[in-house]
C-alpha cells in the first residue's frame, strides 16, 4: 500500500511521512539534544520552512550543510515540538507546561517561523486571559521580560496584576522574586490593593529574604520605604496593615505616618488603583473586529463613585459608540466632577505619523446615575486597527507650574535657567480668567497673562477655557510635562500680526551674572542671507539687531551681542537652548522664532 494515499500537496505528503509509524524515512540529518536524545528530519524539508535551516544547510559557509549530525546547545527542551510543527503544521501544546510556551516562542523566533510564533502567541494570549492561580503571572511576567518577543505581553501581564494584585503579592511566587522584581511590581499605579497592603507585602518580602529581623529592618529602609504611599492611608489601613509589622521602619517615618492616618478625613479603606483621580482606559479594535458588532466592556472605580464603559463599533455606519455609565456612592456627595477626554488614533502610518483626533466633554454629575454617550465617523480610519484612549480625570485641584518673566535667571556658560519652577494648586472648574487674577492677587503682581506651550508655538490661554480643560487637553496630548509662563507688564501685549513674534529683551550687563528684564517689544521676523538670492558678501539683518539693541537702551552697540532661544522649549520641560545670534544667521540657517523668543542682549569679548 502506498503511504502517500491521496495526498498530491507537498505539505500533506510531508505530513503523511512524518505521521508514518517507526523510524522517519529517508532522513538525513539527526539533532542531539541536550538530555542526549535525538531528533532526525530531512534538511530540505526544514530548509523550506525555516531561513535558519536554509541558510545553515544549503548557505556554503556553515559546518551543518556537510555534517548530518548537529548537536542543539539551547534546544530548551522543546526542539522536538518545533521539528513536530514543521512537518505537521500544528502543535499539541497538552504535552507542554504553561512556561515552556515561552521556550517554544524563543525557538519559533530564533529560526524565523512566523507561523509557530503566531501560534504560540495566541496560546500565551489566552492562558494569561484565563490563568487560574494569579500567583503564575508573576512567573510569566520574569519569562516575557527574558523573551526577545515578550515585551507584547508585559502590558496584559501588568493589568492582569493590577487587577488581582492581592493574590499575587501574598503569594510564594512573590516572596521567591529578586529584589529588583520584587520592587517594581510594588511601584504599579493601579494596584487593587490599599498601600498598608502594599507596606505588609513589601515588609514581608524583606523578612523572608533576609537572615536576621535587623538586616530586613535595613533592606526595607533602604530599598521598599519611599515606594509606599503613605499619604493615602486611613487609620483603618494603619491599623490593620501597618502597625503589626512597624518595628521595620523608622521611628521618625513611623511616627509621621501614624500622626497623618488619624488626622485624615478619609474613612474606610481605598486602594491605590481607587485613590488614582485620573485614568486612562484603552482599548484597540482590531480590523476583524471592525467588521463585527463586537463590545468591549470596561468597569473602574474612584474613591466617589463607579464607571461602567461600553465602547462599540458599528461596521455598517463605521462609527464607534461610547456609552459611560456613572453611579455614586451613596456615602458621598454628588456633585463631583468627572472631565472625559477621549483620543482616537487608528495605528497604520498616515503621512509617517499616526494620525489622531481629540474630543473633549466635560460631565458635572448631579444624580446617582448620568449617562454620557459619544460617537464619531471612523471613515477616515479605515482600514486600521483603531486605539481608542479615554481619560477620566476626577481631580478637585490641579497643580499650575509656571515661570516669571521677570524672575528668569540665567546660568550664562550652560544657557540654561537655574530658577525652580513656581507651583500653585487650583480649582479646576476656574476659568483661565479667574486663574489669572487669583495667581495676579497670590504674587501681589499689577497685571498677569498666562501663556501655555500648543504645538507647534506658545499660546496665551483664552481666558473662558477652564484649567481643567486646558490640562486635559495636555494629558490627552501625552504633554503632561506642560508649563506655564507669566507675562507680568503692565501693558499686555495684545496682537501679535502675521510673521511677528513677540521678543521678551533681557540685557546682561558687563561683569555681572545676572540677566536684567527690559520689556517686551512686538518684531518682524527678521531677513537672513538665505533671504537673498546672493547671500554671498551679505549681511544678516542689521536693521532688526539694531532695533533690539535699541529697544534695549544699550550704549555702545558694538559692543554688545546677542543670543536667542524660543518659548517652546521651556513650556514642554525640553530647558532653554539659548544659541548666538550669529551662529543662526550663517549661510542658509534660518533660525525658527515662535510666538514668544528670549532676545538676550550681551557684552562680547
Known amino acids: 500500500m502506498d503511504w502517500r494515499g491521496d495526498a498530491s500537496s507537498l505539505s500533506e505528503i510531508v505530513d503523511r511521512l512524518y505521521s508514518l509509524p517507526g523510524k522517519l524515512l529517508y532522513t538525513d540529518v539527526t539533532f542531539v539534544l541536550t538530555d542526549g536524545s535525538q531528533v532526525e528530519a530531512h534538511k530540505l524539508v526544514l530548509a523550506l520552512a525555516s531561513p535558519v535551516f536554509e541558510m545553515e544547510f544549503y548557505g556554503g559557509q556553515w559546518v551543518e550543510q556537510t555534517s548530518d549530525t548537529v548537536s542543539i546547545k539551547d534546544d530548551m527542551g522543546v526542539f522536538r515540538q518545533l521539528i513536530e510543527f514543521v512537518y505537521k503544521q500544528t502543535v499539541d501544546f497538552s504535552f507542554l507546561e504553561d512556561y515552556q510556551l515561552w521556550d517554544l516562542l524563543y525557538l519559533a523566533n530564533k529560526y524565523l517561523i512566523k507561523k509557530l510564533q503566531k501560534l504560540v502567541k495566541e496560546r500565551l494570549t489566552n492562558l494569561l486571559k484565563d490563568c487560574q492561580n494569579k500567583a503564575d503571572l508573576l512567573k510569566h511576567w520574569q519569562r516575557a521580560k527574558e523573551n526577545i518577543l515578550g515585551d507584547q505581553f508585559l502590558l496584559p501581564i501588568k493589568e492582569e496584576i493590577e487587577l488581582f ?22 511601584k504599579y499605579p493601579n494596584l487593587r490593593v490599599t498601600e498598608g497592603q502594599i507596606f505588609k507585602c513589601a515588609a514581608a518580602w524583606c ?3 533576609n537572615d536576621s529581623e535587623d538586616e530586613a529592618e535595613r533592606e526595607f529602609q533602604n530599598e521598599f520605604q519611599n515606594i509606599i504611599e503613605y499619604g493615602s492611608l486611613t487609620s483603618e489601613d494603619f491599623i490593620q496593615n501597618v502597625l503589626p509589622h512597624s518595628h521595620i521602619m523608622e521611628r521618625e517615618v513611623l511616627k509621621k505616618i501614624t500622626k497623618h492616618s488619624f488626622e485624615a478625613k478619609t474613612s474606610g479603606t481605598s486602594t491605590r488603583y481607587e485613590i488614582k483621580p485620573i485614568k486612562n482606559v484603552i482599548t484597540v479594535i482590531s480590523q476583524n473586529d471592525l467588521h463585527k458588532n463586537k463590545t468591549f466592556f470596561h468597569k473602574h472605580s474612584f474613591q466617589t463613585f ?36 477621549i483620543k482616537i488614533q487608528h495605528l497604520s502610518q498616515f503621512g509617517g505619523e499616526p494620525y489622531e483626533e481629540y474630543t473633549y466633554d466635560v460631565q458635572k454629575r448631579v444624580g446617582n446615575t448620568k449617562i454620557v454617550e459619544f460617537s ?18 476626577t481631580r478637585k485641584v490641579v497643580p499650575l507650574k509656571f515661570l516669571r518673566q ?11 535657567f537655574t530658577n525652580s519652577l513656581e507651583t500653585m494648586e487650583v480649582n479646576p472648574n476656574l476659568t483661565i480668567s479667574q486663574t489669572a487674577e487669583l495667581i495676579r492677587e497670590r504674587l501681589n503682581l ?11 508655538d506658545p499660546q496665551k490661554c483664552e481666558m473662558n477655557q477652564e484649567v481643567g480643560h486646558l490640562l486635559l487637553n495636555n494629558t490627552i496630548r501625552d504633554r503632561n510635562g506642560q508649563n506655564f509662563f507669566i507675562e507680568v507688564l503692565r501693558e499686555p501685549v495684545k496682537n501679535i500680526p502675521k510673521r511677528h513674534f513677540m521678543c521678551m529683551i533681557y540685557v546682561q550687563e558687563k561683569g555681572k551674572d545676572s540677566l536684567k528684564f527690559v520689556k517686551n517689544a512686538v518684531m518682524k521676523h527678521p531677513k537672513f542671507p538665505a533671504d537673498i538670492e546672493d547671500n554671498r558678501n551679505k549681511k544678516i539683518d542689521e536693521i532688526f539687531l539694531r532695533s533690539i539693541k535699541y529697544a534695549a537702551r544699550v550704549e555702545n552697540e558694538e559692543r554688545y551681542d546677542i543670543k536667542i532661544s524660543d518659548l517652546d522649549y521651556f513650556l514642554d520641560s525640553r530647558g532653554f537652548q539659548f544659541t548666538p545670534w550669529k551662529e543662526l544667521a550663517v549661510g542658509d540657517t534660518m533660525p525658527y522664532f515662535g510666538t514668544l523668543s528670549f532676545c538676550i542682549i550681551y557684552p562680547n569679548k
Open 165 to 186: 494584585a492581592e493574590p499575587v503579592l501574598f503569594s510564594e511566587e512573590y516572596l521567591e522574586m529578586n529584589k529588583e522584581d520584587a520592587k517594581e511590581i510594588l
Open 207 to 209: 523578612l523572608e529574604n
Open 306 to 341: 463607579d464607571v461602567t464603559i461600553q465602547i462599540g463599533f458599528d461596521h455598517i455606519k463605521k462609527c464607534v459608540q461610547i456609552e459611560m455609565n456613572f453611579n455614586d456612592f451613596p456615602t458621598y456627595d454628588n456633585t463631583h466632577t468627572a472631565r472625559i477626554g
Open 376 to 393: 464619531k465617523d471612523l471613515h477616515r480610519y479605515l482600514p486600521s486597527d483603531v486605539s481608542i484612549e479615554l481619560v477620566i480625570d
Open 406 to 416: 521677570d524672575l528668569i535667571h540665567l546660568d550664562f556658560e550652560s544657557n540654561s
Open 446 to 456: 499689577s497685571h498677569i497673562c498666562l501663556w501655555s506651550g500648543m504645538w507647534p
